[in-house]
């Protein structure tokens, strides 16, 4: 018996529900709860497989430890927002439950991606004798388990890594973002930077690019940003010399937010407006499409990996690992567009290994830690398969 507990009802954990009830011999018993409970209801209306919902407050640990203790899971996956990581973290150490998240915790009121405040629990999982995996989507994620996969089987030195990611759909709409607004405004907004040689280098927002070739999408114009797995990459891949992440944006995406920027519509401090305070960015959220509703006229692809140079056998070795995912299957097979989807997945398979102890362990973990290769198995059975080609 595994009852895993999921917690956020969004895009991404409408995916999480519908994969673990694809797997009944390791989720034997789900239970989805958020904010409001109708969007779990409305997801567990979809899923072909009975599955019990809950309202909680994920930002207040107290109500959260209360609902683990009532509903007995051996797992939380956290799929809400990256403001409630602490207090999920906190909940699971007070209940005594294993966890797992797919993006690092942030300040409400700082735009600011570190590990530190969760690398912080190390010591207090570790003496509960419990589990914490961090950053188990995509990228963070999948990415990550691509870097232990070439460090275990394709080199034996890796310089560089250029983490690739490209969404070459259509939404059909003037503007949206294809997971929670805030969080990806915010991301996409701050300091570029990346690692090299020991240091890093922090760049003016979106200030370089580069046209890159996505295998099965065709040439499209990456822009070099910040992304949270650099950071435990650049600790846990040994000899690294350099890494980058891009990511591609439409020239209409960027000219709304150019404009948003402009008239202060991106800002997260908050303005008073008629005697309340207001937060911008908040207040922008609420016009925006809700990522979840994206799904239904989507189309086209995403392709996102990791492209390494290094070393093998004393030859200079490039070689790209990708996962190709199609918006418009994504929709047919559980109602989501494919960023949610491959999100939702290997939160789903991260879960997996930890409850059939492929994945065992005390302490706070971020997923190139641990084993890639039953990871790696799982992504082709469960929906994304991944390719290995010479670049
Ligand atoms: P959504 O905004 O669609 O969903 C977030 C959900 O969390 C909503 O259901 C929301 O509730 C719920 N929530 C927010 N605050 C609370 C709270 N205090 N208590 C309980 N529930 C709360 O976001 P997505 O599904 O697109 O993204 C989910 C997570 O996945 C985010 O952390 C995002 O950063 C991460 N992500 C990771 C990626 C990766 O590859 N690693 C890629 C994409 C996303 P309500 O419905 O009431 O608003």
Redesign the pocket.
């Known amino acids: 018996m595994s009852k895993v507990l999921i917690?956020?009802?969004?895009?991404?954990?409408g995916v999480v529900a519908h994969k673990c009830a694809q797997v009944p011999e390791v989720f034997t018993e789900i239970c989805l709860?958020?904010?409001?409970k109708a969007?779990c209801d409305r997801i567990a209306a979809q899923v072909p497989r009975p599955i019990t919902t809950a309202q909680?407050?994920?930002?207040n640990v107290d109500e959260l430890a209360a609902l683990i203790d009532c509903v007995e899971p051996e797992l939380v996956i956290n799929?809400?927002?990256?403001?409630?990581d602490l207090s999920i973290m906190e909940a699971c150490l007070k209940a005594g439950v294993h966890y797992l998240?797919?993006?690092n915790y942030e300040p409400p009121d700082v735009a600011k991606f570190e590990y530190k405040w969760q690398w912080a629990y190390q010591e207090r999982f570790q003496k509960a004798g419990l589990m914490a995996v961090l950053?188990c989507?995509?990228?963070?994620?999948v990415t990550n388990i691509f870097c232990a996969y070439a460090q275990q089987n394709m080199y034996d030195e890796i310089h560089s890594v250029d983490i690739v990611d490209c969404n070459a759909g259509d939404h059909g709409h003037p503007f949206a973002t294809?997971?929670?607004p805030e969080?990806n405004i915010r991301e996409v907004t701050q300091r570029g930077k990346y690692w090299e040689e020991g240091e890093w280098k922090e760049i003016d927002p979106m200030s370089i690019s580069e046209m890159i070739d996505f295998p099965e999408v065709g040439p499209r114009k990456g822009y070099l940003i910040y992304h949270e797995e650099e950071e435990s990459l650049v600790r846990h891949i040994k000899g690294l010399k350099r890494i980058r992440f891009w990511m591609t944006f439409s020239d209409n995406y960027l000219t709304h937010l150019r404009v948003l920027q402009n008239v202060g519509m991106t800002r997260i401090d908050p303005v008073m407006y008629e005697g309340h305070e207001v937060v911008p960015l908040k207040f922008l959220k609420v016009l925006l499409p809700?990522?979840?509703s994206l799904g239904e006229n989507y189309k086209g692809k995403t392709c996102i990996g990791c492209v390494f140079e290094g070393i093998k056998d004393g030859k200079p070795k490039k070689r790209m690992l990708y996962n190709v995912c199609d918006h418009a299957e994504c929709y047919k097979e559980v109602k989501a567009q494919a960023?949610?989807y491959?999100?939702g997945v290997?939160a789903m398979i991260g879960g997996y290994l930890m409850l059939t102890n492929a994945w065992a362990g005390a302490g706070v973990f971020n997923v190139e830690q641990l084993d890639p290769m039953p990871f790696m198995d799982l992504l082709n059975k469960y929906g994304l398969p991944w390719k290995e080609i010479e670049r």
Not at 7 to 13: L, N, S, T
Not at 56 to 59: G, S
């Open positions: 917690i956020g009802a969004g895009g991404v954990g709860a958020s904010r409001t969007r909680v407050d994920a930002d799929v809400a927002l990256p403001y409630q998240d797919t993006a950053g989507g995509f990228d963070p994620g294809n997971f929670n969080i809700d990522p979840s960023v949610s491959t999100t290997p």
